[in-house]
């Protein structure tokens, strides 16, 4: 049994499909592309994969994850080649690769930093959506309340923003960039920091693209003493195979 990583890109052709439609549409077109998916078992198998963090609803993506199991070794290269060719237009397989040579397989669950790109279209000045970024990286606790199909409850969003700085893009634009924790232990929202800056009131005046998923020392010593640690093989390694 083998198991490919795939970093894939969901672009904004398919920013409105839910997670659970972009899984069964991966899963579509692995068995399309005839790989040797391995089986869970009981009595409804279905294929073994697993996928990173769910992006926001919405947003588009660049460093979405992908593990799949095989029941035999392929080649990440040839897996890539094969989804790609049957991925609807939107969903595109960047990259793909087997795990380190020291572990039979890779797990998303220490994933616990994402990475965003907000980009706002609006009349706010500049130099005004700084004095807010200030403001709000300057309060000991940010307190939102969250609903939906829950019941409501309190979260203080403060610790849960790594980073955040402003900066001009196009005319009328401002790129927000921004860290935010994630992970099954609570994480914040790229739309709530929107929010909280009071931008983008309006529909449509506000584009989410996440740009990098990352491990945190907190979550994994090996990730070093507070330095971040991007998920998957590093670059020098990539280059060093020649992938």
Not at 24 to 30: D, N, S
Not at 31 to 51: C, D, F, N, Q, Y
Not at 130 to 159: A, F, H, M, S
């Amino acid at each position: 049994m083998g198991q490919v990583i795939c970093r894939y890109r969901k672009g904004g052709e398919v920013r409105w499909i839910s997670h659970l439609d972009v899984k069964r549409t991966l899963e579509r077109a692995m068995r399309r592309a005839v790989l040797p998916l391995a089986l869970t078992e009981g009595h409804s198998p279905h294929p073994k994969i697993s996928l990173g963090p769910p992006l926001p609803l919405g947003a588009t993506g660049e460093a979405e994850l992908l593990a799949i199991h095989l029941r035999e070794a392929m080649q990440p290269g040839e897996v890539k080649n094969r989804l790609n060719e049957q991925l609807p237009q939107g969903l595109e397989v960047v990259e793909a690769w087997g795990p380190p040579a020291h572990s039979k397989r890779e797990t998303f669950g220490d994933i616990d930093v994402a990475e965003y790109r907000v980009t706002v279209r609006d009349d706010v000045r500049l130099d005004e959506v700084g004095r807010r970024v200030e403001e709000l990286l300057g309060q000991g606790e940010v307190i939102v309340t969250r609903g939906g199909k829950r019941p409501e409850r309190k979260v203080d969003l403060r610790p849960l923003i790594l980073s955040l700085s402003v900066a001009d893009s196009e005319p009328g634009e401002k790129v927000l960039c921004m860290r935010l924790r994630t992970g099954s232990h609570g994480g914040a929202r790229p739309q709530e920091v929107v929010a909280l800056l009071g931008l983008g009131e309006c529909e449509g005046e506000v584009r989410y693209q996440r740009t990098g998923l990352f491990v945190s020392a907190k979550a994994s010593p090996t990730a070093g003493r507070g330095i971040w640690r991007r998920w998957g093989r590093s670059r020098a390694k990539r280059r060093a195979e020649g992938s």
